[in-house]
């Protein structure tokens, strides 16, 4: 069974940072596309950065410059590191397949992370 389990959340103030981690079990993860999506209270979930299996990056224009994404093929692991938070980034941050196959159910629990002074 595929399980995502991702970390790294906080309460932060703005402009601080953070490393989310995202570790994938029960599929060939070095074969897919994969990305951070987020959930804000009262919105749909969004995605907000991805990568494919080479290595190539995406970003959702409202995080370009402070978020990248990266993965390490070896441990099965996906990192975000966030910088410059701002109160609009307040979210559920999870981690899932991108790309053209989609995602995949079940998704994991997320990581909560909090903006604010």
């Known amino acids: 069974q595929v399980q995502f389990v991702e970390s790294g959340g906080g309460l932060v103030q703005p402009g601080g940072s953070l490393r989310l981690s995202c570790v994938v079990s029960g599929i060939g993860f070095r074969a897919y596309s994969m990305g951070w999506y987020r959930q804000a209270p009262g919105k749909q979930r969004e995605v907000v950065a991805t990568?494919?299996?080479?290595?190539?990056?995406n970003y959702a224009d409202s995080v370009k410059g402070r978020f990248t994404i990266s993965r390490d093929n070896a441990k099965n692991t996906m990192y975000l590191q966030i910088n410059s938070l701002k109160p609009e980034d307040t979210a559920v941050y999870y981690c899932?397949?991108?790309?053209?196959?989609?995602?995949?159910?079940?998704w994991g629990q997320g990581t909560q992370v909090t903006v604010s002074s």
């Open positions: 990568i494919t299996s080479g290595g190539s990056t």
């Open positions: 899932n397949r991108a790309g053209g196959l989609g995602y995949i159910t079940p």
